[in-house]
């Protein structure tokens, strides 16, 4: 049925849109994986891919299904990688803007702050520290290392989570005199990692 489909305009219907799902969604897969190995959001695309297709079969053309799939994955992929980076560019920015705004009257000592930063990673449960450093450090998603460390994902995030409260909580209890760019500077570290600011 699908071979004589790609030599005519294809009619998408609820049994021609299943048949190409079940038929190419592992081709589609691989070929997402030559730009990301995150299953979560090839799969993600996949499904916005088809939704998309489902939504718009009254106004597509199609005359080969697979060229078609391949090349919209390929774009939604390039829009998310694109879109991403450009998140992480402005984040950066804004971070930058912000901590120098505030040097003059604010001054952090960011020997002492690695310092205290160091101490509150140690004093981390084990499995908490291990995560974070896997993390923060490492720079791993929380996919890898639940596959490396043969935990659920749900499990390190949870951990994640601990790690980041505590470690918060270290840093702010330490330095006990008021200092308005501390909370800022704390937060994006623990969220992007210390070598967010030494870039």
Request: charged content about 30%; aromatic content about 12%; glycine content about 0%.
């Amino acid at each position: 049925m699908v071979k004589s489909l790609e030599h005519n305009k294809i009619v998408i219907d609820e049994t021609t849109l299943k048949e190409f799902f079940d038929l190419y969604f592992k081709d589609v897969c691989t070929f997402l994986n030559y730009y990301t190995h995150d299953q979560f959001l090839i799969e993600d695309i996949i499904q916005d891919i088809f939704i998309k297709l489902w939504e718009d079969r009254e106004n597509v053309n199609i005359f080969f299904i697979k060229t078609y799939l391949y090349n919209a994955a390929r774009n939604r992929m390039l829009n998310h990688l694109r879109d991403e980076q450009n998140r992480s560019v402005l984040i950066e920015e804004w971070a930058n803007r912000e901590i120098e705004k505030q040097k003059s009257e604010d001054c952090v000592n960011m020997e002492e702050f690695s310092l205290v930063y160091q101490q509150a990673i140690k004093d981390l449960p084990p499995k908490c520290q291990e995560i974070f450093l896997l993390s923060r450090e490492l720079n791993k998603t929380y996919k890898e290392i639940a596959e490396e460390k043969d935990l659920s994902v749900k499990t390190v995030e949870a951990q994640m989570s601990i790690a980041i409260k505590k470690t918060r909580e270290y840093i702010l209890k330490h330095y006990n005199r008021p200092n308005s760019a501390l909370p800022l500077l704390t937060t994006l570290i623990l969220y992007h990692g210390y070598m967010f600011l030494s870039k």
